[in-house]
């Protein structure tokens, strides 16, 4: 949740949205069950939800975000992958943009911002957003990752309107080498005590 720095476009917002839903397989994907047992289902063309909201004042905007953020995802039928633009009366913006654990983690959260502000800035010029090429379909990457290159990234978040810092240690790329997280380093067993 963000408070805009200068208003968005409704409707360039939700087809930024589309976009990089349309870039990550995992932020179109639902987990139906078959015989008792989940079973990931990609949905082509899959568009998050963008609900638009007003409020007049600030316990108005308070609840409204509270109601957005609060979420629950029917991860069965519905993408992990939704935003609420809280517009208050002064016309001032308040952005929640919701990812499901399964499909983003705190790393992600700065490519996800870096590839919104892309397509969002593409889309407010009437184009399609151009991607660097992505080696994997998710914008998610292990949490022991420890690439420090940020410049590219922390960037394109700052001049994006909500002025959200991305997190540190993701890389100029949005998108990750890989789709699975390396074997996690395990410390040596300790020695057991000498008699």
Do not use: K
Request: hydrophobic share 35%; glycine share 8%.
């Amino acid at each position: 949740m963000t408070r805009l720095r200068r208003p968005v476009d409704p409707a360039t917002l939700a087809a930024a949205l589309a976009d990089v839903a349309d870039r990550h397989e995992v932020l179109r994907t639902v987990y139906p069950t078959a015989d008792g047992e989940p079973y990931q289902r990609v949905i082509a063309g899959a568009t998050p939800v963008l609900q638009e909201i007003g409020a007049d004042g600030p316990d108005a905007l308070r609840a409204a975000v509270d109601a957005a953020a609060g979420h629950v995802f029917d991860l069965a039928a519905e993408i992990p992958f939704r935003a609420s633009l809280v517009t208050d009366g002064d016309g001032g913006q308040t952005l929640v943009l919701l990812v499901h654990h399964i499909a983003g983690d705190g790393w992600s959260t700065g490519c996800l911002l870096a590839d919104l502000d892309t397509a969002y800035r593409a889309r407010a010029e009437g184009r399609a957003p151009e991607w660097s090429r992505c080696p994997s379909s998710t914008p998610t990457t292990p949490s022991g990752s420890t690439s420090s290159s940020t410049a590219n990234t922390a960037s394109r978040a700052n001049s994006w309107p909500t002025g959200a810092r991305p997190s540190t240690g993701c890389p100029a790329s949005p998108c990750p080498p890989t789709g699975r997280a390396p074997p996690r380093p395990t410390a040596p067993e300790p020695s057991p005590p000498s008699r």
